[in-house]
């Protein structure tokens, strides 16, 4: 694991923070609340791929399956 995927997620989240700032104060609440979840859910996607390239790294030093 590299240092480059904690980057990317905290320069998602601090973009996703100013958007999503910049919206409440223009009253786009609704909206600002799909950008937070557009956010998260990119990230969940980042993490989700690192977590299935882990179980693949233990299954390769196990020799399992």
């Not at 995927?5 to 609340?33: E, M, P």
């Amino acid at each position: 694991m590299s240092v480059d995927i904690i980057f990317k997620i905290a320069a998602i989240g601090i973009l996703i923070t100013v958007i999503t700032q910049v919206l409440k104060k223009s009253d786009r609440d609704d909206i600002a609340t799909l950008v937070a979840l557009a956010g998260l859910i990119i990230v969940l996607t980042l993490v989700i791929n690192m977590i299935s390239e882990l179980f693949d790294t233990i299954k390769n030093i196990f020799n399992l399956y």
